[in-house]
């Protein structure tokens, strides 16, 4: 089974600059994450996709931060414009379903992009 | 808001010894997962604990989740060299999973 694929793999920008990242999940996952991940911290949940409806965007910097998943399938995260303290991994992530009520199916994570702010 | 908290932070090993890490939450946990980040990776899914006060096993690992669903811990008996990495715990909020900060295990020969 082909991975999370992501792209690209590290992108590096000046501060005030516009950045896309793309995210193609596994194969018949609904479920699509997208998680901040700086340097020495655990990933925090930015957005998460149910096919092509957003879950939960309550961590997302909507100022600055957008994301979309319009078919269902792959996915782009936007950051316009950038700052300084963007400088981390976005990882993709993807799942079967959110699963019942106690369960959550695992998550499949993407290399990331590392994405460096100057 | 929920709030999942991972201690120690850093850990180091002679290869050999064994190693535990800790996970507790701030609210009840429905279910937790614990991944495993190797240097320059992304994390990995390990294993998943659901029923209060279960204990799973994979080879070396052992997860426990606590019986008021509140904590977890990993257990890691004989260290190896491939055990270097980071360790993270997830517990749900909603829908989505929310990750500890992870412990960091290094490990010498």
């Known amino acids: 089974e082909a991975g999370v694929a992501q792209s690209p793999r590290y992108k590096i920008i000046e501060k005030r600059q516009s950045v896309a990242f793309w995210c193609n999940p596994i194969?018949?996952?609904?479920?699509l994450y997208w998680y901040q991940q700086i340097l020495g911290q655990g990933p925090k949940l930015l957005i998460q996709?149910?096919?092509?409806?957003?879950?939960?965007d309550s961590q997302l910097p909507k100022d600055r931060f957008s994301a979309e998943r319009l078919k269902g399938v792959d996915s782009t995260l936007k950051i316009q414009p950038a700052k300084l303290e963007d400088s981390a991994v976005y990882l993709c992530?993807?799942?079967?379903?959110?699963?019942?009520?106690?369960?959550?199916?695992?998550?499949?994570f993407g290399n990331g992009t590392r994405l460096t702010v100057t | 808001g929920q709030q999942v908290m991972q201690i120690p932070q850093y850990q180091h090993v002679q290869e050999g010894e064994d190693f535990t890490t800790y996970c507790n939450s701030s609210?009840?946990?429905?279910?937790i997962q614990w991944y495993k980040q190797r240097p320059g990776g992304h994390p990995v899914f390990l294993i998943q604990?659901?029923?209060?006060?279960e204990v799973k096993k994979q080879k070396r690992l052992t997860f426990q989740f606590g019986e008021a669903k509140k904590n977890s811990s990993l257990h890691i008996t004989a260290t190896q060299t491939t055990d270097v990495g980071t360790y993270f715990c997830?517990?749900?909020?909603?829908?989505?999973?929310?990750f500890g900060k992870g412990t960091t295990l290094s490990v010498s020969s």
């Open positions: 992530a993807s799942s079967v379903q959110p699963g019942q009520i106690n369960h959550n199916s695992p998550l499949h």
């Open positions: 194969s018949g996952h609904a479920t």
């Open positions: 996709f149910q096919n092509n409806g957003v879950v939960d």
């Open positions: 609210t009840t946990l429905s279910n």
């Open positions: 604990l659901v029923k209060s006060g």
């Open positions: 997830a517990g749900r909020r909603r829908t989505a999973l929310i």
